[in-house]
């Protein structure tokens, strides 16, 4: 393969990793500069400790046990998943909790949102503190000392606690992000006695929200010492070479900097960054008038999960998120995950086929791993002829070196087909249609719940399992352009390798957005940049040219949704003053992603947040040679079941492919990390850059038989779509709040109604609103029979009348279908009902 990236350690190897769920991905750089790849279990340990450095070891041809020094090696650049693992598992560092007092409760009370509210026995998640000092200390929210911190009492605690074996410790205390006294206090003291590990709330996330920032702070102190042990092991085998990890927020650190609250999304964030310069590099290559900027989607579909994520020319973040139950509030790749990967579940609860949550992983892995594993998604594919044994890794067996196991997929499926009453393959193809809707509705809360018109974007799929599924998951979003790089298969990794290397300082400033607000803003923004500046030098980066980017925070007075504006660097532009800049780029934004504007409110400057970069590899990949497009080779012809009907489909290895050809579908494109399906009516093209472009040319139809019975597939596609409707209508309503009620505790429901004013489907919500909302719907239809009309809204919270109680306001909206006459009733009606504290009753 070409060079992709200029040569850095000349005469020596690079190598850039991804350690995912199921599989590790590695591409190395040969000294000369040209890349290979390799793909190995990330969990065998019959076979090896660590995969990433066996990886290392079976490229550079050295035996089990023996060491990788910088001779070899320039320098190794990875993304993992130990921080997650160990959060999701609940395997951190034992960690004591420091915590203003009278507070002891406050990480568990939380927000008191319940994430489950259907289950009868309700679980907790694990608390990842093992325990508490309350420290007698307080700082007024305007920096007033409310009580001196005791040092003597807390000395006293501290060593009790020392003496259990603890060695980790989270101090947060009452608005401690912005007055930090305390807290130095504290960790000085901690320090003294000898705590190995000490993560304070001010350094980890000096941003407003206690229960947040406390989550936050603990989840630094239980996770930074698993990763540093990690990290430590992998240097162990791989003396003096220099080690950086890949952050959250997709920029690389070296990996004596590497924290745990910047490492929860470590691998996908490598995988945004593959997306994003290659999809680059591809635009620039076929621009045109009318398509002249970057618009993608990003699909990642791994053993494990899947990953969706929007790219329009700029990195998206978000700065507050809930991983395994924790809440974080440090920056990072705007992701958005759903459990439906190559490993995912098959079930069938007697009546509706089910996909996931549950993953089979690496061990045991899908019933073709030949380890006895359970149905999943990788094994549905095999049924329907879209993986091929022959062309995929044989890496499974006793002795990690036999094909996938056909046969046993073949026979679990026939017995589970006796139980859906439909053929294995329907079964199988039902299973593969219920993952692309989950994928699909994924896609959009990142795209069309953000204002972003997604039939103008090219879907760029990668993964190990993403190009098994592009094509059905656009045709499921109406897109007609897939994206495929030749390194998609380890994509993350290759991202890995051409991540900048940048550092993220963030602070609170909660400021009217004014121009006497500015000085102190931008005194703010000089002292990050300062700050954030130093943080790379510490990292040894040299001469290297240092960027910074700023960026302001910004959301209506009352509300909690900020939105992260560039902040414009000089004044003037337009004749506008830089407080009017942001003003209209707030408003642009907002408008675009929840499609109104609030007039007469005032913006405030939540928080600033400075970025330093130094600009990492991009890959140079020269145009090839093009040819005359010809009949592709192709080493088989094999059946494909697709759309309830068998095909002959040229079975194609990407390596016979030269720039120009064009394969028509039904077609099978088998490479050495990863499969690509062209469905029938899509048409494969190789460019010049050696990119797979899947381009729709036949228009799609679909056609459902209406029957008397219900399909097991269908029932599930349409409830999963149904309720996607009403999470995004509990989002818009969550993020657009001013109660606190709804915006923190999430006290209001969503859901669908039908002509009569049946329950169709809720979001996971309230149920004591959900039970009672169809007699308010009902109510309406019965007062307004005849007075209804588009663009209507009704509001009520009668009790009497389906209400719960009076501050339980209720609007419920009529929805006609396009080109509806009129004189016609409505179709269907929505209904949101939320706690409104300022309602009496």
């Known amino acids: 393969m070409q060079d992709l990236s200029p040569v850095r350690g000349a005469g020596r190897w690079q190598f850039w990793i991804d350690r995912g769920g199921t599989f590790t991905d590695l591409v190395g750089k040969r000294p000369d500069g040209s890349l290979t790849t390799y793909k190995l279990l990330s969990d065998n340990p019959e076979q090896y400790r660590d995969a990433a450095v066996a990886g290392i070891r079976h490229l550079l041809g050295l035996k089990a046990g023996e060491p990788v020094t910088s001779v070899q090696v320039a320098c190794v650049k990875m993304g993992t998943t130990v921080a997650t693992n160990a959060l999701l598992e609940r395997k951190g560092e034992p960690t004591l909790l420091v915590i203003t007092r009278g507070f002891r409760d406050a990480l568990r009370i939380g927000y008191q949102n319940r994430p489950r509210l259907f289950e009868r026995q309700i679980v ?142 470590s691998g996908p964030a490598g995988g945004i960054v593959g997306m994003a310069r290659t999809a680059e590099l591809a635009f620039a290559a076929s621009a045109t008038s009318e398509n002249p900027d970057v618009k993608v989607i990003g699909f990642d579909m791994g053993g494990t999960s899947t990953d969706v994520s929007h790219y329009a020319g700029e990195f998206e973040r978000q700065f507050e998120t809930q991983v395994a139950g924790v809440r974080m509030r440090a920056p990072m790749m705007s992701i958005h995950t759903v459990a439906a990967g190559g490993g995912s579940l098959l079930a069938f609860d007697g009546a509706r086929l089910r996909v996931g949550p549950r993953s089979a992983g690496a061990n045991p892995g899908p019933a073709s791993y030949r380890r006895g594993g359970p149905l999943a998604i990788t094994d549905a594919n095999l049924l329907v002829g879209k993986v091929q044994p022959g062309y995929f890794p044989k890496v499974f067996g006793p002795h990690a070196d036999e094909a996938l196991d056909a046969e046993v997929v073949q026979r679990k499926f026939r017995a589970l087909a006796a139980l859906t009453g439909l053929s294995a393959e329907d079964t199988a193809e039902g299973f593969i249609h219920i993952a692309v809707q989950q994928m699909a509705n994924a896609i959009k809360k990142i795209s069309v719940a953000r204002g972003y018109d997604v039939t103008r974007y090219t879907l760029q799929c990668f993964g190990g399992a993403g190009g098994q599924h592009a094509c059905l998951v656009a045709d499921a979003l109406a897109m007609t352009r ?213 381009e729709r040319r036949a228009q799609r139809v679909i056609r459902y038989a209406a029957g008397t019975t219900a399909d097991p597939v269908l029932l599930e596609v349409f409830n999963n779509l149904f309720m996607n409707i009403a999470e995004q209508m509990g989002l818009q309503l969550q993020n657009t709040a001013y109660s606190v009620n709804i915006k923190e505790r999430l006290d209001f429901s969503c859901a669908l109604f039908d002509a009569s004013g049946n329950l169709i489907a809720n979001a996971p919500h309230m149920p004591v609103h959900l039970g009672s909302m169809g007699e308010s719907i009902q109510t309406v239809i019965r007062n307004n029979a005849g007075a209804v009309h588009p663009g209507d809204v009704f509001v009520l919270n009668d009790p009497y009348h389906g209400g719960t109680h009076l501050p339980d306001i209720t609007v419920i909206t009529p929805v006609y279908l396009a080109n509806t006459p009129s004189t016609a009733s409505p179709t269907f009606y929505v209904g949101s009902r939320g706690h409104h504290a300022d309602v009496g009753g």
Not at 129 to 139: K, L
Not at 210 to 229: C, K, M, N
Not at 651 to 661: A, I, N, S, Y
Request: aromatic share 6%; proline share 4%; hydrophobic share 45%.
């Open 124 to 265: 907790l998640p694990e608390l990842l503190y093992s325990a508490v000092i309350e420290a007698r200390e307080r700082m007024g929210a305007r920096g007033e000392v409310i009580e001196t911190l005791d040092e003597v009492a807390l000395t006293t605690e501290l060593v009790a606690q020392f003496e259990t074996g603890i060695r980790s410790v989270a101090i947060v205390f009452m608005h401690g992000y912005r007055y930090a006294a305390h807290e130095l206090a504290a960790r000085r003291i901690a320090q003294e006695i000898g705590f190995i590990q000490i993560s304070t709330s001010h350094e980890t996330s000096p941003m407003m929200k206690f229960v947040s920032r406390g989550d936050t702070t603990v989840a630094d102190a239980y996770l930074s010492p698993i990763l540093r042990r990690y990290v430590d092991q992998v240097a162990t085998d791989m003396p003096g070479v220099k080690i950086f990890c890949m952050q959250s927020s997709g920029g690389l650190t070296d990996a004596r900097a590497f924290q745990g609250k910047d490492a929860i999304l």
């Open 482 to 694: 897939v994206l495929v790089h030749p390194l998609a298969g380890v994509l993350s990794a290759y991202g890995m390798g051409l991540a900048d290397q940048s550092v993220i300082r963030e602070h609170a400033v909660e400021l009217k957005l004014t121009e006497n607000a500015l000085p102190s803003i931008l005194a703010t923004l000089d002292q990050l940049a300062v700050a954030a500046r130093a943080g790379l030098l510490r990292q040894q980066t040299g001469t290297a040219e240092v960027q910074v980017r700023r960026r302001v925070h910004v959301r209506y007075d009352g509300s909690d949704s900020a939105l992260v504006l560039p902040f414009p660097e000089l004044e003037g532009s337009q004749s506008l003053t830089v407080v009017e800049q942001i003003e209209v780029s707030f408003e642009a934004a907002y408008r675009q992603r929840f499609a109104f504007l609030m007039q007469g409110k005032g913006l405030v400057v939540e928080a600033v947040s400075v970025e330093a970069v130094v600009s990492g590899d991009n890959p140079a990949e020269p145009p090839r040679e093009m040819f005359a497009p010809r009949e592709v080779p192709r080493r088989d012809t094999v059946r494909m079941y697709s759309g309830g009907q068998w095909h002959a489909a040229a079975l194609v290895v990407r390596e016979d492919m030269r720039c120009g050809d064009v394969l028509t579908g039904p077609a099978v494109i088998a490479e050495q990390n990863a499969t690509t399906v062209v469905e029938p009516g899509w048409v494969a093209n190789l460019t010049a850059l050696d990119h797979l472009v899947l």
